[in-house]
């Protein structure tokens, strides 16, 4: 642009020195160069806080968990130790038929295997597995009905 310097060419920032405004042409461009600054400090304020809102986010489902995974952690692994050299998803599949035969609830059984292992390189939706094998393990215990 005529008229026009470019420092830090380096730099993403976009800085731009007027270096002759003659006539009514240049208030134009003053005011369009204007409103190109304040939409671009406008788009960098909402994306701070698009960032700082997902990291919070983030920071407390991680928390949360952490909180309630442990203790399903710990029932998955004492149902599933017997199980040690069977596939995964065999192990899921046992461990949801012991802990319906003690008597536990479809939410009670679905949480622990929800710290399966592994389970969301193995199933893109560990959510639909979930209930998949507590579904079967229903099943194969006759609990549910045909």
Known sequence: MAGFTRHRPKKKGAL???LEAPGALCRRTLAHLQSARFKADEKKANEAKEEAAQQAVQTSARRAARVASEPDARAYRL???PFAGASPDQVDLEVAKNMLK?????GEVAAPLRTSPGLAGR???AERHVKEIVKKALKTLN????
């Open 16 to 18: 731009t020195v007027i």
């Open 79 to 81: 149902y599933a130790a």
């Open 102 to 106: 003690a008597h536990l609830s479809h």
């Open 123 to 125: 199933h893109p939706d």
């Open 143 to 146: 609990l549910l009905a045909p």
